[in-house]
């Protein structure tokens, strides 16, 4: 008999419980365009990073990373890659729906969604995570993608539309925000045509 999934971590361990990455090691390609070398010292925040593949990308790039992810066999398998790739990361089990660890100088999400009530305390932890002056990147798929099968949830609720995202972050300064149609290439998790949103935004350097 098995276990009943009670938790966010009771459904996603036994996903990532074996030696195959489902995501794939790459990173996100959307982050890879658009976050910049670090400077000595930035600090990066990966927020639900799984297996790892951005954070350590995000190491690999020159920050001080901080990755979380709700699940074990995720984390356990994100200090394996950056070993693997000659980098040090600070990956640990946590629930990202609290105050975030640090402010941080980036921090990104790729392809997260929550319903509603979560999805709005996800948005207040990922603000509360920037620095004055921090960088935000985020790809998740759009309501367009319901009838694609390259991954995400097939509940309209935790899909992202443009409005939804330029209201959530209206309290910084959003640099991009647009529709895109492209091909994913992530683990055998997300293959094939994708229908996506993408941000960049600042927040606002204080006086």
């Known amino acids: 008999m098995t276990n009943p999934v009670t938790t966010p971590a009771d459904f996603w361990n036994p996903k990532f419980d074996t030696r195959e990455y489902i995501f794939g090691k790459t990173p996100n390609t959307f982050l890879t365009a658009v976050i910049p070398p670090a400077q000595s010292g930035q600090t990066a925040y990966a927020p639900a990073d799984g297996e790892g593949r951005n954070g350590v990308y995000l190491a690999q790039i020159g920050y001080d990373v901080t990755s979380v992810d709700i699940a074990e066999k995720a984390v356990e398998k994100a200090r394996l890659l950056a070993a693997d790739k ?46 004055p002056g921090g960088l935000l990147a985020i ?58 949103i993408q941000l960049v935004a600042r927040k606002a350097i204080t006086a």
């Open 139 to 196: 790809e998740g798929y759009s309501l367009d993608q319901l009838p694609l099968q390259s991954g995400g949830p097939k509940s309209e609720d935790m899909l992202y539309t443009r409005q939804k995202l330029a209201d959530d972050f209206q309290a910084l300064h959003i640099t991009l925000l647009q529709d895109t149609r492209r091909t994913l290439s992530e683990g055998n998790r997300h293959q094939g045509e994708a229908a996506t």
């Open 86 to 131: 000659g980098v040090e990361i600070n990956a640990t089990v946590g629930d990202i729906m609290g105050a975030p660890p640090a402010e941080f100088d980036v921090v990104i999400v790729s392809f997260m969604h929550f319903r509603p009530d979560d999805h709005k305390r996800f948005v207040d932890h990922l603000i509360a995570a920037l620095k």
